[in-house]
C-alpha cells in the first residue's frame, strides 16, 4: 500500500534527540488552533481523552473530563493545562500504547502524525484503547519539522496528506469510514487546518 522508503526520514536517529529540547511554542497560527478546538467541541470529544503526540497545548475549548497527554518532553507535557496526566512514549520506538484496552472516550493528534513511521500499527492500537463508537481525531496543517516527517508525506501536497491518513485508517484495525473536513475554508489567509477522524 505504501511505496519504499515511504516512512524514510532526513533524520532518523532516535526521536528522543531531536525533541530533547523544550520547545514551548505553538505550531499553528491562533486562527488554526481555534478551529482544533471548535472541531473538537463539534465533534462532542468528551470524557476519557487522550493526546497523542502532545505538548503544552492541547487546544480543548471545552476540556474533557479526564485529559492523558502522551508525548517525548517532560517539560512541554507539564506545563499543558489540560492535561490531567502525561507520560513519554516514542510511538516510533514502540507502537503499542500502555493502556488496557476500551480505556479512552476518544483520541487527538495534533499536527503530528507526519512525524509516525509505524503509523499503521499506531492506528491499529488506537483502536483497541478506545471504547466502541470512539472517535480519533488526526489534524494537520501545512508545516512540518522536514527532517522529522516522513518522505511520503514531504512528497505529498494538502489532498495527498488526507489521502495518506485515510489510508491509514483503512490498512489499519478496528476502524470505520473515515470522515474529512477542511476546517477553515479555503481563500482565508493563515495556516489550513484539515482534519480527518474515524469511529472506532
Ligand atoms: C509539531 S509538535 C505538535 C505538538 C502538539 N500536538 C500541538 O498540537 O501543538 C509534534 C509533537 O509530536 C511529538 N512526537 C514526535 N515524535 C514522536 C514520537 N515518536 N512519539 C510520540 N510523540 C512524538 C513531539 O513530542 C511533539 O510534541
Known sequence: MFPPGFFDRADSSPDHFFYSPTRLVTHIDDQAIAAVGALYRDLGLTGEVLDLMSSWISHFIDPPDRLVALGMNEVELAANPQAHEWLIHDLNDNPRLPFDDNSFDAATCCV?????????????????????????????????????????????????????????????????????????????????????????
Do not use: M
Open 112 to 200: 503530528s502524525v507526519d512525524y509516525l513511521t509505524q503509523p499503521v500499527e499506531v492506528f491499529t492500537d488506537v483502536a483497541r484503547v478506545l471504547r466502541p463508537g470512539g472517535l480519533f481525531v488526526v489534524t494537520f496543517s501545512n508545516r512540518c519539522f522536514p527532517t522529522k516527517a516522513i518522505r511520503g508525506w514531504l512528497y505529498s501536497d494538502d489532498a495527498g496528506h488526507l489521502e495518506i491518513v485515510r489510508r491509514y485508517f483503512e490498512a489499519a484495525e478496528g476502524w470505520g469510514e473515515p470522515v474529512t473536513r477542511r476546517c477553515i475554508p479555503q481563500g482565508i489567509p493563515g495556516d489550513p487546518l484539515y482534519a480527518i477522524y474515524a469511529a472506532a
